[in-house]
């Protein structure tokens, strides 16, 4: 027995499915010193099995995260790790609306086609059996674009 899907849905891109909300995008370049007060800066360390740890959360100046304003987290967002580390993934907790995300971070908040569980999962998958298609020869990255 074969399955086929219904006709009425259509294979959309990840790219097309955050087009309505944000593209897909990195944060903070270089979040230079530590800045009591600050806005927290969700980094690799901050996914840790696949769930968001915020024991040790980065602080960052007010001006910076101005600069990266299109990476500010509203909660419920995506996150995947796109450089070192490929492929944790977590689903941003709505407490952390405001903070802002590192380079090493994509975010993707896709419309209500799909459910952010089941992108959730999936995007988790592909980390777990490495099926990204990461390249550098001294540090892993996956381009945004490849997402």
């Known amino acids: 027995m074969s399955y086929s899907a219904p006709e009425t849905w259509a294979k959309v891109s990840l790219g097309e499915l955050t087009s309505g909300t944000r593209p897909i995008c990195y944060g903070v370049l270089k979040p230079g ?3 009591d007060g600050g806005v927290p800066l969700v980094r690799i360390t901050d ?3 696949n769930y968001f740890d915020d024991s040790d959360l980065y602080l960052i100046s007010e001006d910076l995260d101005r600069e990266f304003s299109r990476s500010k987290l509203v909660g419920g967002e995506i996150l995947i790790s796109i450089q070192g580390t490929i492929g944790r993934v977590a689903i941003c907790p709505e407490k952390y609306k405001g903070a802002n995300v590192s380079r090493t971070i994509a975010i993707i908040e896709p419309d209500d ?8 999962w999936f995007l988790r998958y592909y980390g777990e059996r490495e099926l990204f298609d990461a390249f550098g020869a001294t540090r892993a990255s996956l381009n945004i674009g490849t997402l």
């Not at 086609?113 to 959730?120: F, I």
């Open 33 to 35: 010193e530590y800045t």
């Open 47 to 49: 996914i840790s099995g």
């Open 113 to 120: 086609r799909v459910c952010k569980k089941y992108l959730y």
